[in-house]
């Protein structure tokens, strides 16, 4: 949780410093983030991100710098291996992957391998078509899946009571006959305990499962916003009582948030120094991975572009 | 040497796939304990079980599934009900089906094919006679192949599920009734994707088509050879990647092209077609190659749609305008 | 009721006739049909129908003979003028329409003109994004639309159970905060008063309802449907007794039953006359009502149809 | 004469809209509280109230509302937050905003204009960069245009949300905060949708392009200048219906003509520009017309953004290989 806190305020910096272009931030959403990432089984289960969820790849142990090659603007989905992650490339349309954790879901389940899919998605996201046509499926199939819904309050400018009529996704869960929890999203134990417990009934045949992580973003909508224009700097002080990581500091000693927080300096670090040693994609990869084999129009494309190059 | 209709040979097909290969499943609306409402699927969830699956009615969810199914190492074979029901998947086929494999950099594959009764031509309810193809052949990272005879069917649909990439399989519903004698066990000369192939050999002009223009067209060549024309007929089959080579070829020979499609006109293939011949041609061409297409308004209803298809006699019109043609 | 029925078995008879290329039967849901649209106030409210909902159209007075031209294929939307109909082109996109309601529901709202809006779909539209996403919006803006979903257990061969996780399409309107109601579809009286309450709070500001009407598909999907594939006689049979017609005829006095006969008799016989009195259709509209005013494009291309006509 | 960029432009011809007529509509994600994530609205709903409104994130529900606000005989201006977000809505758009008009036999108007930032450059995430053009211009119902300049952006949008038919308005993002200085007030003569405007007049080749692209066809058409060769460049505006007059009388005038566009090349709307200018203009043409395009690939990240779009360097090298083409 700390070094997502440390490395997203690190994003921030860097985004300042104009090595980002752009950064959405996950401050305020580490407990929910990590605390159900930490849940899973990284031998069998699968992740499928949003583009707010760091706190997810810190816990999974995903390659950080390669990570925040979407950032760098290196690569879209990332640079990481999402096989070897288990986690999916970070998606951009909202509502988008939440049907492919339920197809990978299916794909566990033919397979028999115990596995379960964890989808994370936002409030505003809810409103999706996809989102719905998703958890009827996971409900008809009685699929291995976790629909996580971060409830941080907003999507962009939009308030969750102007967003999801009825107030909750969890409460949604009952109409496809499935099982739908709140938790205190900036309780990262909590978080934990009611994702394990949720995947634990996945893989023995029980279904999916709706949790709603009740929590905030701390922070702007991303780099590029300004939340002054739609809250106001009290409504975003009645969180800061609520930060996850104080919560969490509650329950450990001040040598373990000490030693916590050098362990979290040390990754932040060795992550800044991983960018900055970061190369500039190949500009020749302009034409890769489109098809598994390159099509005759593509290689002519390729060869008129290095020509225009030398011209 | 059995006679098939294409709907037997692409049942066929789906049964021989799922035979050679496990990891292939069918599933969409309907396909399962019914069949599909063309009975192209037909038989297979009693021979492959949990391979074969009826899906709730809803086009995203079907091709986001195929996805994350895909992810999972399978092989799908998804089916939407019918062309015009395409548009609600399109955000998954576009931006997540044509893209995973690309946004993962190689590392998930999505051999997906999605197979669509397309065209028109079968007094169908609204929805139900639209050609999608343009729109399919704009995205990177999709490929797109429609067959014209039931041996084709056959073949093309083998190949669509074994090849690596994303592919949309246009099936043109007006044939699919079309019978054939072939022997789907008789091994064809593998053709790379992007193959077309001619089926008529002629001097005077090439006509273009896929689908069920490709009989129309045949039909036009026939009429016009009583006039002492020989038109070339090419199948194009592939959509993307388009045979630019093979079509050049036959323009080399002809130097006189007439493309003909269902879709309407503007930013239709046929303005691909045609620019590509254009680019590779334009030493040759004896005229600008011609368009016979739908026209600019929305697919019709039963009593018009005669109207609305290419005709025999406007691909004959056309043929004329590029036979008389005068450099202005 | 019985004019729907006699008339819609005069449409298989004529598609059987080959006058029709093809005909939904709507036999078994004429209760929820007819109760619904009766309760509709036509000065102020409209209703936005699949493709199977000719019930809806006779209760509301529509030309049904501009509304089989559909089925003669001679326009796809039908030949009644939708304004003054109050009933909005039929529509064949499974789901598609739903949102429309909707939007017109937050047009009456914003007229303030104590219109109300009803959606016409089916258990297997249930299933599509809109559908979703058109409840959520009604439920965010609390608008004045019914959600009236014919649950007739079947969409083409997939039963109900497997198309609605948990179930229940009213269920669902719980999740949005909505009122949800189940009734007995096959009972006219009691379609009738659960619509006529739904519309009447929606009218005083008490927001949207789902409307569950509980029904049967006794005929074919379509008549190039063979439901012999998917369900037995005995399927079909346990729902004859529960026929909507012989539930109302309990109701009435054996004279009032044969009037009715005597009148649905009457109201085919002209519809009959005509449909074949219909004029098949100018093939100059092929280029008509695309745009407000013919771009030149297009009349440049009915122009080069003209002249191959005469060709 | 005030300076305004383009979204100053746009907004004020909302807020003009607003005013002039009081059945328009402003809606979308985030435009009324936060007035836009490019601050188009800004303002609006101050001013406007209950006409402008944020909706929940769904853009299908987003096109869907608006077909029935329109039938209740409103004039919607709804909002897609970007042009990569289109596909959820497509089949709203396609099937159901672009045929309502058809559907109803011309007696349910359909007068939404679809706001949409388009195109790239701007080094935003994926699906922040992508060109819809050829896809809509494929539809028959709808109408696209797409301003390059503040006083096109202006009039353009007031002549969109004027019309009777539905239009697609693709806003070219990477040109927001460009300045011109104009008179909004001051009256222009009233041309119809589908006229092109000649923006550099030229005697050796005819370039064709719509948003960001026309900028880079003018500096372009300077670098060419400094070597003696004079082209003329054409700002399409709108890309269906398209102006086909217009353009051959450029290219009779010329006798070459490259098309430039941000999207991938195959079946893109360079293909359509190249059919209609080839058939028009065949005995004129003294090369084939040249398509400069963004490649068959998808919309690269922020880091490969200029190598994907059409580059200067690009440009001229097309404009070299027409002037220099000899007729094989
Ligand atoms: C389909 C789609 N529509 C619109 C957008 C633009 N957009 C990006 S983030 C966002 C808000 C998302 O809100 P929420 O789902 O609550 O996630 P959060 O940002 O709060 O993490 C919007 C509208 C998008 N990315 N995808
Ligand atoms: C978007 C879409 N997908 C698929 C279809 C094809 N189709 C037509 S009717 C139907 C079944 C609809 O079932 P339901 O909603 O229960 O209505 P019912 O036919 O039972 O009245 C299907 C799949 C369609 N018309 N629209
Ligand atoms: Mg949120
Ligand atoms: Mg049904």
Redesign the interface.
Known sequence: MLVARRLDEEAIALQRQGVF??YAPAKGQEAAQVGSAAALDLNRD?AFPG?RDIGAAVAMGVDLVAYLA?H??????G?Y???TSRL??I??????????????????K??QTGGA?ISYFGD??S??????????????YQLPVVFFCQNNGW????PTE???????VA????????EGHRVDGNDVVAVFEATRAALDRARDGGGPTVIEAMTYRVGPHST??DPG??RTLEDEQAWTDRDPLAVAAKQLSADDVAAAEEHAAAVVREIREGLQASA??D?A????????EP????LE??RA?K??LD? | MPELSLQQALNLALQHACEDDDRV?VFGQDVGTLGGVFRVTDGLKAKFG??VFD??L?E??I????????????RPVPEIQFDGFSY?AL??IV??VAR??????????MPITLRLPSFGGIRAPEHHGESLEALFAHV??L?VVSPSTPSEGYHLLRQAIAD??PVIFMEPKPRYWQREFFDPSEPVPPVP??TSRVVRAGKHATLVAWGAMVARCLQVAELAAEDGVELEVVDLRWLK??D??GLAASVAKTRRAVVVHEAPLTAGLGAEVSALVTERCFGDLRAPVQRVTGFDVPYPSGALEDEYLPSADRILTAVQTTLEYRRG
């Open positions: 272009p752009a699968f583009y979407t760098l603007n290196t690569w879209h989905g640079l291996d999402p096989r999916a490339p998606n951009a349309v909202v509502g988008g992957p939440v049907t492919h954790a339920v197809g990978w879901a299916m794909g566990a033919l397979d899919a505003g996201a409103s999706q078509g996809d989102v719905h046509e998703a958890m009827n499926f996971a409900g008809v999507a962009i400018s939009v102007r967003q999801v009529a009825g107030g909750s409460a949604r869960a009952a109409g496809y006959g499935i590029s916003d224009r739609y500039a994609p500009a990869e302009l034409f890769s991975f489109v098809y598994r099509t005759k129009a593509l494309q390729q572009w020509e225009s011209a | 499943l949990d391979r899906t709730p809803a995203s969810a091709m986001g599934t195929a996805v994350g199914l895909a992810m999972h190492g399978w609600p955000d998954q931006n997540q995973m494999h690309y946004r993962s950099r190689g590392v998930l594959n990177p990272g490929k690596p990439d994707p992007g990647p388009i630019v080579d």
